[in-house]
Nanobody, 114 residues
Framework: QVQLVESGGGLVQPGGSLRLSCAAS????????MGWYRQAPGKERELAAA??????NYAHSVVGRFTISRDNAKNSVHLQMNSLKPEDTAVYYC?????????WGQGTQVTVSS
């Protein structure tokens, strides 16, 4: 059984920063990709950032503000979010993919508000 545990969400003022972390545990083979999706109220879940062994991919709206990184030894992935905007408010979900399957965390709330 694979478990993903997210941490680091919270309330931050516009222009502030947060760092999300996600640790995967269980029987995990070679991870093909790790990433963060987000879902704002009334909207569909969308990709925020993803990372494979050789590349990163970001939503257009977060380019230059968010940075994704991974620690292969710890099966963990992080999302550094800077210059946060109210429109970044959402539940952020960690995800990993290996052996053709995708696994999800339970989500962590990020609220950007003054």
């Amino acid at each position: 059984q694979v478990q993903l545990v997210e941490s680091g969400g919270g309330l931050v003022q516009p222009g502030g920063s947060l760092r999300l972390s996600c640790a995967a545990s269980g029987t995990i083979w070679s991870i093909e990709a790790m990433g963060w999706y987000r879902q704002a109220p009334g909207k569909e879940r969308e990709l925020a950032a993803a990372i494979t062994s050789g590349s990163t991919n970001y939503a257009h709206s977060v380019v230059g503000r968010f940075t994704i990184s991974r620690d292969n030894a710890k099966n963990s992935v992080h999302l550094q979010m800077n210059s946060l905007k109210p429109e970044d408010t959402a539940v952020y979900y960690c995800t990993i993919k290996f052996s053709g399957r995708q696994y999800w965390g339970q989500g962590t709330q990020v609220t950007v508000s003054s």
